[in-house]
């Protein structure tokens, strides 16, 4: 009798066992991060959000690099009255090969900026390249990770974001000083890299624009 | 027939020891929490059962009976396209990803990964029935149609898509065609098989099934 009851009520609730780790955050004081994620691929950008999603964060996926600046508050590498997005974003993690701006491009481009220099930004690439990373990690990058993006990767990206709630900067664009957020800047060095070997590395297309 | 004698290999339709007899579902690196299935104890008299409770019993290991061949399938169509490296564990990290807050995660990557591949295909052989081909714009589509089944899991078509870059690198005509042909051959093969795939989860959640992903496992 028992076992029927059982049964049935099993049959009749959700089909989808619940995630262990979600419920755990769910209870936990874990505050929300939000991550603007950059892509032109649109099955990356749709695997990239179901990833961050996964562990909490609240997404934003755009599609190029320029649309990733506008969204900051960015033109022509000159900050405008900041938006109040940029004040928001916690973690920006871009591709590397885009057409017309790359995610190096990007990258460069935000810690050019002193409304957007203290943002931590991730690049991702499907090319393992000494050189690229090594260019990434110089310009600023907290890591360079290899494509195809995996849940252990997302799960590390928490490490660069040490204030959640707090503001990267200030509604005014003024300059900050050094912010708890970028405390850990990897410079010219490959230590603590994901990299995974990779027999394949081709040079990236930069520029070509693709229909 | 009592319970002691009764072995059945498939489902029981004569003797009483339907109403107890349970499969375990416990797959290989799965668990399926939602679906009931405990081993019965053997020997267990019924006596006290009656026959409303007989009758949807019966009913209910026939609902299970379905759910587990469909399962069953599941696991076996699974494991083979994993095996054949059709697909690899990439398509594992898709699956748990899936859950009750993203129920049709997998469906939504794959179902953009075919609309993308589709049109980079298409692209694709107009290029190269120009002349003189434009190789360089070639390698750009190889390169987003190799991330992109790289990034579900769609591991023979990101393997000729390297061959493919190469023939590229190569200015190799006759060799792009050939990797063409090739590309668009495993393309067909993993959309057919993943769209199969889906087809036996619809079936399973219909018949009220749970479907056997993997959990997500702790880093």
Known sequence: MELLMELSSKMTTNNYPVSQKRFAAAISSIPEAHVLAVDDSIVDRKLIEGLLKTSLYKVTAVDSALKALEFLGVRDGCSTSLRPNASQVNLIITDYCMPGMTGYDLLKAIKDSTALREIPVVVMSSENSPNRIESCLKEGAEEFLIKPVKISDVKRLWSYIRNPTKAPCSGSGETLGPSPICSKRKVGSLEGLQVKSNPESQPCLNGVIVA | MTMAECKPRGPCSGCACESEEAVVKKREGFEDEALVVKKGEGGEEEDEEDEREEDVSAAAVNGVVDVERLLQELVDLTRSLLAEEV???????????????????????????????????????EFLAQDPIDYVAVDAHVHQLKGSSSSIGAQKVKTVCIKFRKCCEEEDREGCQKCLEQVKQEFSVVKNKLEHMFELEQKILAAGGSLPYPEEEEY
């Open chain 2, 87 to 125: 697909l690899d564990q990439q398509f594992t990290q898709l699956q748990q990803l899936q859950d009750e807050s993203n129920p049709e995660f997998v469906l939504e990557v794959v179902s953009l990964f075919f609309e993308d591949s589709e049109r980079l295909l298409e692209e694709l052989t």
